[in-house]
């Protein structure tokens, strides 16, 4: 067994499940015999490369402390977008990266992000292969966006879906109270995905209402079907509710966005471009004349702790933990995955696939999760959804508000 | 003591809290000798005059009942905008509706709702007494704006005011992640009062993180001094966030939106307004050229029910309540206030007011709450605020989403 210290990072955007596996391969390290001390380097390889890293075994005192972590929203130790150089083009970033693992003893190191994040794993994990230094490299993959290949799920979309749902299913509440024709459209997360916006239609199989539909990015929309779709639903209630992926793209590919509004320009003359709900709000305006309104559910998808699924922090925090265990055992330069073993009851395992075969690919909602008209979801799909938001986290409140962990850098 | 049945209706805009009124009054209405029989009116008055009534004693068979009806947002009654004409002027529409309180011998009416829905408790009220009709007439207020004169604050506020706290502390947490200069503008609700932008303030008391600055629709909004504030942030750490409230005005009246953006128009030609928040995202790009964002909270603002405040939750069902206590006393044509009998330990009572000393005054953020640049609250505003965030209201998951109470009409 290779002994030393291990450093973990994280990249990327953040989500409300990336501190819960921060958590989980904190304690993975500490209950490790191979791992003397666990570091933390803040904002990822760039603080690795500044020498900016906690000793994690200082701050982390008390099982509370990291189940206050795991509940904690957002990256503890900071991101980073940095993508390392392809080996042999500048190695100097290499050298001074391995000089710091030397210097430290690094004989483990664990990343947490999404696919660039997996991209900087494969690529150290090569450089120390062919440089003789041994030095065991995981990754963890996290994003919101479910578009991973070689996994059931990614940590992170179970409490975004969660949070997607509850708001949805709250704002179809508040839209049935006037008996006014209104039109509501909720714009949600994904520009190449539709995951997220799937977790709109759960409150129609575990609440028996939804949205009246749902478009996703992965079938060409067009404006005219839409205006037609919205017609009908207006004929059978007054309060129509729809859920739209911002990544929506017409059969020419361009951002609904970009198609609906040309010519919009600021106060000083530049050209922006609108969200696309706000776009399909003033296309609706303008269609039909009726009541209308855009709601961006915007960032709280991806921070909003006080909503996560227990399901997702669970397993976040055991992928984390398996991630060490899988690398004191000698794994190195692959991504930890999600294997759903059960549906009824529900199980996933931790496993791990090659970095290779994941990366740079999106997973896309299948055609088998999408209704026939392309303006809806398949039960079958929320019922894959379904056991991702099952449970609610623990949240630590202090006088009205969630309590937060936070690890400050400190020179 | 009056006896006879009840009814009860909610207006305005959906909150909440304003169902754990609603329970509060039915609750109040079982336990009250005087109430044979409670029924719901379906669109507040529009509902009574079209005899659009159901049965509650039929409904709601258990405390579990009431209780689910408490943490379920918006109107479960649903709600109307219809404000009754003076009296004298058409009287057809009062004919009306005391033939239906007479054929129904409804002797107590409970109107939950806004400033409208406290004209037509007076107005109700007044007609009752200039007919001999013998009926007590309560109204409760609500609304997320707290914007409403005689009382310490308005039923709804608390719960508004925890998820904009709770939103803010993890958008600051996501925000802070990055080291690249970044701007981030929360739009929060309120035309003409600032009582929801303040809660954004909340995490720094509580949590020691706040946004850098708040600006209120009760100062006068001057982009360049904005934008002077930005630049002095921005000097000292890279992650910038504001609080907006949406009715931000310049000196001369105009909304922020009105004047930094009047040649927007969409790709139909049409002028429109974009938000405050996007407003100042552009002109921030503009002047500064860094990254800037802007987030609206929008409608979870007020039906964030899976993040509602104990206190207001709690308050909410008492002031129900408490209508029915007084109008079984003999009470009439009264709005129930709150009145803040202490601070520590924060204590509340419930009182009443007359409808005409409150009605058509809004009670804006008084200058001792404001702090002397204009872009910031002072502690002493969100000691003010704190008590009415605390506790958390129960939730009833199931599947992992809340569950709900309605009360559909079945003719």
Redesign the interface.
Known sequence: MLKGNAIVG?SGG?TAAINATLAGVIKGAFDCEAIDVIYGAH?GV?GMLAGRITNLNEVFKTEEDLKLLAS????AL????KKLPKMGEDDAVYEKLFDFFKANNIRYFFYIGGNDSMDTVAKVSAYAETHSYEIKVMGVPKTIDNDVVGTDHTPGYGSAA?YI???M???L??C????VKAV?IVEIMGRDAGWLTVAAG??RI??GIGPDYIYLPERDFDTDKFIEDVKVALEKHPNVVIAVSEGLRGADGKYVGES???????????K?L?GTGKCLE?LVK?KLGCKV?S??L???Q??????A?K?DIDESLMVGAAAVKNAAAGVSGKMMCFDRVSNTPYKVEPTYNDIEKIANQVKEVPDEFINEAGNDVTDACLEYV?PL????SE?F????????FAIPYKG
Chains 1, 2 share one sequence.
């Open positions: 994280q953040p904002n760039e904690t929203p957002a990256a900071g991101s980073c977008r969660k749902a509850t708001s299913q709250e704002i509440r508040d049935a109270v006037y008996t509501t759960l409150p575990i609440s609906t509004q040309s010519g919009a320009t600021d106060v000083f003359g530049h922006y609108s003033l303008e309104r709601i961006e915007n960032l709280l991806r921070c909003a702790a006080h909503c699924s399901a379904k938001i099952a449970g609610e949240v409140w202090k006088d009205g508000l969630p309590r937060h």
